[in-house]
């Protein structure tokens, strides 16, 4: 019930495409949704996020998709450009004690974007 | 400035040795983490330190010891290192919020 379970393992798209990434999870308490972009030889970084009170949150070409019902979400990349050539990171995070947050990732996407 | 800084970058020893990673943030946060990243890239948690205070202990060996001398700092000390201690481990912090900000990872190879 804590596993975050993310689609496709890799994907190969042209520049000017669209990246879908898809993520779903089961534990109903989790209520903060990050993506993270991770680059080789660095660390992930925050991508963009989204909590489970809103269906669509939109930052320049990343958008967040989340079906609270479905208990899925989905990291849509448009446009795509060969610099966002990456592994992408779903997380899913629930407060733990003392207001820490604990995040469940997925299991990570290797996006490539074709010049 | 780096917000989230790790040393060293990389870290090659043998089998039975004792090691340690630190960890520093200039962000002003209140919890840190450590993450340890295999060879698949799946991220998992460690230990979460909120204000000096362990918070988070996922099912780490007991030769993994996170210290946290003060709020800025998170240290991870690795005792009896076995050849399934190498990965890629990363420092996070985080104001008492949601977003965590992740430090550049350390590579560790135990030959």
């Known amino acids: 019930q804590q596993q975050v379970k993310q689609s496709p393992q890799s994907l190969i798209v042209q520049k000017g495409g669209i990246s879908i990434i898809n993520c779903a999870y089961e534990n109903t308490a989790f209520d903060y949704f990050p993506w993270y972009q991770q680059f080789p030889g660095k660390g992930p970084a925050l991508l963009i996020a989204?909590?489970?009170?809103?269906s669509e949150k939109k930052e320049g070409r990343f958008t967040i998709s989340f079906n609270k019902s479905a208990k899925q979400f989905s990291l849509h990349i448009m446009d795509s450009q060969p610099g966002d050539s990456a592994t992408y990171f779903c997380?899913?995070?629930?407060?733990?004690?003392?207001?820490?947050?604990?995040?469940?990732f997925g299991t990570g996407t290797r996006l490539k974007v074709l010049a | 400035d780096t917000a989230v800084s790790q040393t060293p970058k990389y870290l090659v020893t043998q089998m039975g040795n004792d090691k340690s990673i630190k960890c520093e943030q200039n962000l002003g946060h209140d919890t840190m983490y450590w993450y340890k990243q295999d060879s698949k890239k799946f991220l998992k948690i460690m230990f979460s330190?909120?204000?000096?205070?362990?918070?988070i202990n996922e099912t780490v060996p007991n030769r993994f010891s996170p210290k946290s001398p003060d709020k800025a700092h998170l240290n991870l000390h690795i005792n009896s290192l076995e050849l399934g201690d190498s990965a890629v481990y990363f420092c996070?912090?985080?104001?008492?919020?949601?977003?965590?900000?992740f430090g550049p990872g350390t590579r560790l190879t135990v030959t």
């Open positions: 989204i909590r489970p009170d809103v």
């Open positions: 330190y909120n204000n000096k205070e362990l918070i």
């Open positions: 997380a899913a995070s629930t407060p733990s004690t003392s207001g820490t947050y604990k995040y469940i």
């Open positions: 996070a912090s985080a104001r008492t919020s949601y977003e965590q900000y």
